[in-house]
């Protein structure tokens, strides 16, 4: 494993906790959903940890600030996706508590990082 900065990120320990999250969640969902929903949501979940990578690798602020943009843009992915789980039953509200965390504090410091970024 290489020992570089966006490990040392604040954020990054948070996006892998969500991502355990989704992860953890998604395997009670309706098998049919194996290749829809599912497969969606774990996809979004590792773009926020793999974007936050790669944009901490980038020189140029703007491909940084890129990079923790479409990052976040999955969080909002991984918000959307979850609230029609919701309302399609494959999850109850109150099981889904640490993924807001953990979804709010990523966008949280996304966001952060994204204003600082110039």
Known sequence: MLNIGHKNMQVYPIALD???????????FPAEERFG????LRRASISVCSN??????????AD?????EISRSSCVEIDTQFELALQL???KL??????KDFLNSTFA??????????
Do not use: H, P, W
């Open 109 to 118: 410091l996304l966001s952060t990082m994204i204003n600082n970024t110039k």
């Open 64 to 68: 940084r600030k890129r990079f923790y």
């Open 52 to 61: 936050i990578a790669e944009g901490a690798s980038r020189k140029s602020t």
């Open 94 to 99: 109150d099981e889904i508590n640490d993924l």
């Open 37 to 40: 929903l599912v497969s969606q």
């Open 89 to 91: 039953g494959f999850v």
């Open 18 to 28: 969500m991502a355990k999250e989704v992860y953890k969640l998604t395997n009670d």
